[in-house]
Every structure is written in C-alpha cells, then in structure tokens.
C-alpha cells in the first residue's frame, strides 16, 4: 500500500487511547504467528475459542495463509483461497499446517495447506497467489451508504446499553455478559443494532463496520489477508439463521469458506462487512460476504456454506 507519510486513523487511534507508541493486535503477536518446525511445516496456538468448545474457522483458515504466504515470493499476493473444514479443531492441543507447492508459474503460485490434529487433517485448503498486473479493465459495485464508524456504537457499548436495564430477564443479563467476556481480537460496530435475543424474523443480511483490534500497521499486504481471514469467518454463518427466530441452532459451523482478495487493504482500519444469504436448505445456509474499504474501495469478497441443525424453540421461551 502506498505510504502516505502521514499519521493514519488508527495509529492515532492507537495514541490516543493508550498513550503508549504501540499496543500489537494479539492476531499479529500471538494468532497469526506460527512457529516453524520444519520446511513447509508450522504450528499454530490458539486464542479465542468459541464456546462451542471446537476451534474457530476463521482462526484455523487465517493461520492456513500464513503458512502458505510462507512459501512464495514477495511479489505475489494472495488473490484467493478454497477451504473445506472437514472434521471439528480441538482446543486442547494445537494445529500443524503442512504446505504443498502445487505450482510456481510465471504469474501465479498455488498452495494446498493441510490443517492437522491428531494425524487426522481437520482443513484443507487451496491458496493462489498471484503477482501485481495492472489492467484496463476495473469495475466494482458501490458500497452500500452506511453511518460511518465515529457515529456507531462498539457492540460492547451496545451491550451495556442493554445491560442497564434494570427490568431486564436474569436469563438475558446471564447471555449478554456471557457475550460481553468473550476475548474475540475484532472490533464491531454493527450499523443497526443487533437483536440479541432474536426475537423478530429479520431479512438474511448485515452490515457491520469491523476491524482488527489493536495495531498492525502498513506493513505486510499478506498479513491483512491472513487477519482478514480470521476476520472473515466470524459474521457470515448467523446471517442465515436471521428470518428464523422460531428455530435455535443445535449444532451449526461452517463446512467451506472461500475468499477473494481484490484491493489492497489495511484490518486494523474500520471495514463495512456485507453479509448476505440469498439461499438456506437442506440443513445447510449459503452466505456471502463483502468487505469494503471505508474509502468506498471493494477489498475482499467472501463465500461460505454452513450446516445449521436446528429445533423449534418452545412457545414459551418465544
Ligand atoms: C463461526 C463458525 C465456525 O467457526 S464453525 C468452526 C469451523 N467448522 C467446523 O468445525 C466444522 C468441521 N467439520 C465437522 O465437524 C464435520 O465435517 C461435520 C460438519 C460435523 C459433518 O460431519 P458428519 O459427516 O455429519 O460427521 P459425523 O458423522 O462425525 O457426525 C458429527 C456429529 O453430527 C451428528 N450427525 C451426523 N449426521 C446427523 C444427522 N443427519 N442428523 C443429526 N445429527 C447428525 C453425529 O451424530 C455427530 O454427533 P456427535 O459429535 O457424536 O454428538
């Protein structure tokens, strides 16, 4: 990305609030940074772990580009990647990322990472990386016209908002705190303010400004694509379950995740993430994604289906 010189929002963000010079994003110091065993080979550790009690896919996808942007050149970047998320991660041990060169071409260079547990591959994913060749030919959608981020609330803030109402059930309280705990290294500024307790069959989309929380600075393109992964993931699967309120998810993850990286990007500067589902059946939801830049720039699309197991919630707990 090109180099403005210039003190940008979030490194002022990153004064402002504490300061100090700099306060790492944990998805840089700790998540996205594997330790390498062998040629090709890495280790991943955990941090957030949902309380579903198996691994996060955005974290086990993002640390499966790491591993693959290890093994190319500097002048190609990650333009896409195709995963399959074939048996749940487990928390209590960590995750090897084997990396295969399928192909170093003249423009193109395509990985194929496995994510392993136990001896069993838990991932599979493919990476093509691509060198910068500029064209003529460019077009995009227009972003969606959104509040912008300062106008918002964090979905923390929300939260305490909801909080502090005294006549709020204990059951709700005991949710929102649970969710208020939660160490997830994004921040969130939803642009309508999130039904918590799904109480109104809404339409399957979602706005949300997001960002990595803590610094990353200009730095590597490859990283913002690997923080964007883990990023990625977070959103899209809930927005299938947003017309049915009368349903709970006994079991739901996501099965595939694909992405599309289009424009350079920064993920620790406010993005609006586009979550729609035009399709659910069969058990599963279809969702598609699109981050854009708060400049209006469309920097990544995103793919996914999910399995979503669910059960009518009793009349009574409506
Ligand atoms: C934010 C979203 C996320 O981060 S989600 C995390 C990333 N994604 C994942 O972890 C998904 C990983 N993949 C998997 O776990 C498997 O591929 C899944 C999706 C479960 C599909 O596996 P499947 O072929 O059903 O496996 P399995 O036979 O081992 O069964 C797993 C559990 O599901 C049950 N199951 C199976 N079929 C049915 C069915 N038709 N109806 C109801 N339940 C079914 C199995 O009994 C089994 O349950 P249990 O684990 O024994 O309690």
């Not at 991660?89 to 295969?100: A, F, K, R, T």
């Not at 959104?146 to 929300?158: A, F, H, N, R």
Request: charged letters at 20%; aromatic letters at 10%; hydrophobic letters at 40%.
């Amino acid at each position: 990305m090109a180099d403005s010189g210039k003190e940008t929002q979030n490194e002022k963000r990153q004064l402002d609030s504490s300061g100090e010079a700099d306060l790492r994003s944990v998805l840089v110091t700790s998540v996205l940074n594997l330790d390498r065993l062998d040629t090709d080979l890495y280790r991943g550790t955990h941090h957030w772990i949902p309380r579903t009690k198996r691994l996060f896919g955005g974290q086990i996808v993002g640390q499966a580009l790491v591993a693959a942007a290890k093994s190319v050149s500097e002048n190609v970047y990650a333009h896409s990647l195709h995963c399959y998320f074939v048996r749940a991660g487990d928390p209590s041990v960590p995750v090897l990322y084997q990396v295969e060169r399928i192909r170093d071409g003249r423009s193109f260079c395509v990985r194929s990472v496995k994510a392993i547990q136990h001896g069993q591959p838990i991932l599979i994913c493919q990476a093509s990386f691509h060198m910068l060749q500029p064209s003529p030919l460019e077009h995009q959608f227009i972003m969606p016209n959104v509040p912008q981020p300062d106008s918002l609330l964090t979905i923390e803030e929300l939260i305490q908002r909801y909080l502090s109402d005294p006549n709020l059930a204990d059951n709700a309280r005991q949710g929102l705190n649970k969710l208020l705990a939660d160490e997830v290294p994004i921040e969130i500024k939803p642009i309508n303010p999130p039904d918590f307790y799904r109480r109104t069959a809404m339409e399957p989309k979602k706005l949300f400004w997001v960002r990595a929380r803590g610094h990353i600075g200009k730095g590597d393109m490859k990283l913002h694509c690997c923080v964007a992964a883990y990023v990625s993931d977070y959103f899209l699967l809930g927005t299938a379950l947003l017309p049915y309120p009368k349903y709970r998810a006994q079991f739901s993850a996501s099965l595939d995740h694909a992405m599309w990286f289009h424009s350079t990007f920064r993920a620790d500067e406010w993005m609006l993430y586009e979550c729609e589902s035009p399709w659910a059946g069969g058990s599963r939801g279809f969702i598609q994604g699109r981050m854009w830049r708060q400049d209006g720039v469309l920097a990544v699309s995103c793919a996914q289906e999910g399995l979503m197991r669910v059960k009518a919630v009793s009349q009574s707990k409506l």
